[in-house]
């Protein structure tokens, strides 16, 4: 999964990269009915269609309106209809609205999509400069983060629908099962190197290479359990105030949050949504779908801690990681030099650095390739939705 | 329109009577994408999608499940899916969450309207009690009731879409349009009877025939116009407190209204949103989609007021209506001696008798055999999504 | 308690009827500290020093600075800091902003209430014409409503406190107790006539007196005590939907209603918190501090209903009344005729006229000489903080 | 100001530390009149009473309860109606309500400081051991955090009264005005120590001393006064939304913002709302009442950063801080090896280590002798009710 891309793409190994990451957006499509591409139940969730198009416009708007001359808009009103939080590109439909619209239709969309797919397929016969092949990748990188989106936006839609509609009956996404290692792995403090360092693709939040000062520590060689976590709600984890935030005790008073999200108790049994339906929780999995409040409360109920992000990076390669965005303690906050880039591209990153928390690793809806140890993702304290789990500190 | 249905109709007259209706309901469908099935922009607006399938849950749960012995469900599900509000019935999806459901398909629902429609057929071979066909017959109305709905909660769900996508193009609902008379009907005063009298059709709110004493009184012979609204506007009616309820105030501060629903300025001159897209405003049409309020304002600035639904019934033989849902100056409240029915029939009505006024007449979204000078509508003061316009009295 | 003021009040009779009302609500302010006079826990309820400021307001905004040339006033900052809703005197201190004022100081209002009262005692010097003696006598009405509200509001303001403080330790509100008559007063049908009629005081939404058709009723002589709603209680009456409004069921389950307010039940037996602190409930008492919707539930519960303003005013003078402000079932809405007065004092009554239920009768806490058989008092419907009751009628 | 006191605290000198911190709280109180006390305008700000009666609800719940035998409690109301938010002490006000209570007096919480004085001075007398001494030590140092809070609060309270009441005419809080040095510190990186070395008071989550790792960087000498942020103003700082975080963009939107708070523009002019009532702003002073997202954005149109702590602590020793609370880039978050307390003193700090920001320094509000360069104020990053300013690193 950490396979990352050549380091320098030609334009042909760009278009086909183009082709495959396209490709996987249509497939993870393929099990939908048209009525699944449209609600949005809540604001952080988008509907499947505006995760579709979202991405094409991403080409469109950054790409073919700004270096192919006499570039022809599919449709001149999807550039704000389709805009998720670029200031700089101008107005754009509300988030919360975006399940509010029934047209233009899916198949309008998919058409949008064959028609930039054909207007960029051409742009790659030009001799593409550097920085544009660039902000190609960028773009499929940026493609690849939605499928990841689709994937948990889907699971949330389908999971409040009290009839549990199945996404796609034999889908499972593998998990690659620890082999029940419960160690924990002694790492030597000193002055560590963090951040992206070579040639392949990067975000800009990764770079600004830099030290930091690192204590001894010892990190868990695997993740928490489902297991695990059923002992600590039996032990009366939601119950006990003395281990959580004072935000994250009102968060689990004012939603009467008892368990993970997706679980449900059924005559004493718990069991669990999944995009193949609802079935038996299996203790033995790594936990997941937690907020950083259950994660911080839980680790000061084992009375360790969550790593930081920095000791998290240093010690990955020891770990087998990639089942879950794992929590750290540290604040999405910039690395030392961090710039931010002129234009609509510089809005990416820096300006959701306040209030939020960095998770390391991937998860298993993470799509293939666009995973790095030093990939910093990011969530509200209180998001559940995704593909999150932890891993203790002490 | 205003045709009242055979006053006893036989089995066979029903089933024809009950095909009728149906179809009506498919052929309002017929011009959608599937996509125009899901969303539910606010609460107030239920998606197409529910409103085919609850008025066929009505003839399950009322009906079939209820006096056809052996009678399977189409699936079990549905009937808390599709409830609306009858708590007699039991638990219901939340009102604000129909638009989060992709499944069931639309596919499946109208299989359903299928499923139900054949067992119904079928249930007319029987010989019906009275009381069941009187049930027919109210599941008939109610679903009426519903294809009003349908038209006035998608043009809502349309009219938001910065696209404005288009119902039908060549889709005109025809407005009879007034003489020009602007005359004032005078009606003397002295003891009416109010209320359906007679053999057809009627909701539970009608009956109770009795008597008010009225004072002699004017009433209008039409309908306020665009144009006489437009005056209003440019008379600063708006922004004059004097003109409003203290409610009203609040409600045109807090929500920023300056014209009725769906009429936008552009380049000086008014458009408004319709079913077959976004027109120029008429300014002889009937005014339209304006709340109590406005209404209220209006009359205010006029030097005159709202008739009272008495005053409404006692003239309306003398003056044509049917164009709009005509506001009164009537709190809607139970005549004397309203009963309630037993069961779930009885929340039809008597438990919104609160907070709530009364509307006369109907509108060209009335579908056809569904109207009578008894008949009362209601909605809260500040809604404006119906076909609502108004009639002066003095 | 219903005398009515002389008929026409020489300036002599003015200046004692003055003196009179005004001393009034400073006994009333005896008991309290000075803390007292600040808080505001929620937006209906207002501090005492706002109520005792802007009774005195009145005065000086609508007689003073009018009428008598030269008048300086006391603080110009006054004028908008003690408006209560007048938008044509112009800005005011946000409704739900009063209790954030700890200036003027106490010690201040009162200096404002004697400065006033000066002014307001050489005045009466003056031959002063009748719309001025009218304007006069509407201040004092208007300050015998907020002497009521100074007692109700403070009542809830106390209630909220842990500690339950006492107003007065042997303050009782004389109750009248019914003599146990259980009996219904039959009334005949026919044509009435309603509204204010005679030269004393009224407000102008007691005037146009008006013929209305009434059938035949029968009405509680009196009024529904503390035991009568136990049992409504003990019988599920809280937890029955069939009973309630729809908006009342919201407005119970939203807020967890299980009893009148100021009720709390201690190791199975009933208190209730009063002005002289936590007592005892008295079964026998009228019920008081209920919404419409209890009242309407509770009259649905007995198979009966509540009366209509015109049932009762047509025989009010046949029971008792005065003890609680008795929910009718009527919207309160305009007598015909109504005549909204120009300026600011056409503001007292016409805009509220909406979304509002008709109280009548007047309760103990409501000012000695304050109460007429034609007086229409009205709140919201889901209100409990006024001494309301209910009488039922069939 | 930085003066720390004895390291080793005989009784002695502990009883006239205790009557120092005690008196200056009571000095605070001098300009007060009884109905100052009352007000809690917003959630954040506590009322007077509430503060001086929870400062003393410290020493009774903390000490005397748990050390003295046979300890008569004032009134056990107080345990709850003056505990803060001490989940392990038990239940407690609820904090947004804390203006809605007039009783107890202001003269009883007077006499409960009185009271509870007594028992601490006598509680002196005997031989205390070092953990108790060490608490009383705690509750002195909350106690000065809650003058600085009187303050502050306060300040909020008289404000947004409309005629901007005085607290004390003569009131200044001695600025130490920059000697103009508009300079930057440069510092070497490298490995620092960071965190409370010594012997003095400290909180606990200064503790843990431990080493970082930090790059070269310059800091300035000086704090961004109110000239440079009109400059900001008036180069469109609050329109530029490339300037802001999103959320700091999205909170300027919802609220309207545009100068920082206190500030007044009449006829073209700033004015500035201070505790001796509103004056002209004074361009040379430094910048005060800021949130983190406008230090933020400022220091982005300056194309500089916010310090992060660490920075500051290490280079404080360089330049003249306590002026202003200094908002740093840094996330509120435990030191390694940080540990909790047991019981209700470990609810003092670990729990608020999510979402807010570390501010260092000291303000011209807080108490003497309550600074140290090791200190952690933190506060969410829009509220600007503290004395918060900003001084600029690179």
């Known amino acids: 999964m950490q396979a990352s891309k050549p380091k320098e793409l030609t334009n042909e190994s760009l278009r086909g990269y183009y082709k495959e990451v396209r490709a996987y957006t249509e ?3 393929e099990p939908l009915k048209i009525e699944d591409y449209i609600p949005q139940p809540i604001e952080d969730v988008s509907p499947p269609k505006w995760n579709i198009a979202h991405t094409t416009w991403f080409f469109e708007e950054m790409l073919l309106k700004k270096y192919v001359s006499n570039y022809q808009e599919f449709n001149p009103n999807y550039s704000f209809l389709f805009n998720s939080y670029y200031n700089t590109v101008g107005e754009r439909t509300l988030r919360h609205k975006r399940g509010d619209l029934s047209r233009p239709t899916v198949k309008e ?6 028609y930039v797919d054909d207007k960029m397929l051409a742009f790659f016969d030009q001799d593409l400069q550097k920085d544009i092949r660039d902000l190609v990748i960028l773009g499929l ?5 939605h499928q990841e989106l689709f994937l948990t936006d889907l699971k949330y839609t389908l999971s409040i629908n009290p009839i549990f509609p199945v996404y796609k009956e034999d889908f ?3 998990e690659k099962i620890n082999d029940a290692q419960e160690g924990f792995i002694e790492v030597e403090g000193g002055i560590k190197q963090i951040g992206f360092t070579g040639e392949g693709f990067h975000f800009d939040n990764e770079l600004g290479r830099h030290k930091v000062y690192l204590k001894d520590f010892e990190i868990s060689e695997s993740l928490i359990t489902n297991l695990d976590f059923i002992e600590f709600i039996e032990d009366g984890g939601y119950e006990n105030h003395n281990l959580w935030h004072s935000e994250g ?3 689990v008073n004012q939603n009467n949050i008892n368990s993970p999200l997706y679980w449900h108790k059924k005559d004493g049994e718990w069991f669990n949504f999944t995009l193949s339906g609802l079935h038996k929780l299996n203790p033995s999995s790594p936990l997941c779908h937690i907020s950083f409040y259950e994660a911080s409360a839980f680790a000061d109920w084992k009375g360790m801690r969550l790593p930081t992000e920095y000791e998290w990076e240093t010690a990955a390669d020891k770990f087998e990681w990639g089942l879950r965005w794992e929590w750290t303690s540290s604040d999405y906050a910039p690395y030392p030099n961090f710039k931010t880039a002129d234009g609509a591209v510089g809005e990416y990153n820096g300006k959701f650095m306040v209030n939020q928390r960095v998770l390391r690793g991937a998860s298993v809806a993470t799509s293939p390739g666009h995973s790095r140890m ?3 993702n990011f969530f509200h304290p209180h998001l559940r939705w995704q593909f999150t789990g932890l891993r203790l500190a002490k």
């Open 374 to 376: 030093t990939y910093r």
């Open 109 to 114: 969309v998919f058409e949008y999509r064959k």
């Open 27 to 29: 497939k993870l499509c």
């Open 141 to 145: 990188n940026h493609e690849q983060q």
């Open 249 to 251: 005790w009102d968060w």
């Open 172 to 174: 499972a996404l593998v």
